[in-house]
């Protein structure tokens, strides 16, 4: 079974909008609500931005937000700052294989 | 807070096994709600799951490594382990220990990644 894809790079100027897509099936994205988002600093473990789709762990700034429309969840990091320059990565449960996306690259110009 | 460490060596020959083990503290491995994960990241690459195990149920392993991989619980260590055999240069990865809440890739907890080269 194939990661899910998600394109990789995106960027955006300090205090805009960037989102992140990560494309499934309906045997993954689409048939679940367990998405999750990761943030990855260079050389540092994953940490997790967002749960079951639009769900903020205790700590993570709202400026982190997620959302699903069939197949495809999106992350949209609002308010850019430099410090959400990193990779991020979907994830989905999918009964009998739980998948991760490629990763995007965020760059904040 | 609950805190995981890998350990094991960090340089393994080609076609020989590797070995890890992730020490779990702040928490107990016997929670009912967590899985414990083992995930690698080649570099440069993306996140893979390797597999997952519940103290009291039976591991599930990413099919394209089922054949090589072994996952398993010590409840009275509070640790867990992977063994991943038979190994070449792909193998080659960061690996991280971590905990998932309910099975579904919700990683909450990761350990800080230990680097396994497969090299003779």
């Known amino acids: 079974q194939s990661a899910l894809t998600q394109p990789p790079s995106a960027s955006g100027s300090p205090g805009q909008s960037v989102t992140i897509s990560c494309t499934g099936t309906?045997?993954?994205?689409?048939?679940?609500?367990?998405v999750s988002w990761y943030q990855q600093h260079p050389g540092k473990a994953p940490k997790l931005m967002i749960y079951?789709?639009?769900k903020r762990p205790s700590g993570v700034p709202d400026r982190f937000s997620g959302s699903k429309s069939g197949n495809t969840a999106s992350l949209t990091v609002s308010g850019l700052q430099a410090e959400d320059e990193a990779d991020y990565y979907c994830?989905?449960?999918?009964?009998?294989?739980?998948?991760f996306g490629g990763g995007t690259k965020l760059t904040v110009l | 807070q609950v805190q995981l460490q890998e350990s094991g060596p960090g340089l393994v020959k080609p076609s020989q096994t590797l070995s890890l083990t992730c020490t779990v503290s702040g928490g107990s491995i016997s929670s009912a709600d967590y899985y414990w994960s083992w995930i690698r990241q080649p570099p440069g690459k993306g996140l893979e799951c390797i597999g997952y195990i519940h103290y009291s149920g039976s591991p599930y392993y990413n099919p394209s490594l089922k054949s090589r991989v072994t996952i398993s619980v010590d409840t009275s260590k509070n640790q867990f382990s992977l063994k991943l055999r038979s190994v070449t240069a792909a193998d080659t990865a960061v690996y991280y220990c971590?905990?998932?809440?309910?099975?579904?890739?919700?990683?909450?907890?990761w350990g800080q990644g230990t680097l396994v080269t497969v090299s003779s």
């Open positions: 309906s045997s993954d994205v689409g048939g679940y609500s367990y």
């Open positions: 994830s989905s449960y999918a009964g009998s294989n739980n998948l």
């Open positions: 971590a905990r998932d809440r309910g099975g579904v890739l919700t990683i909450d907890s």
């Open positions: 079951d789709v639009s």
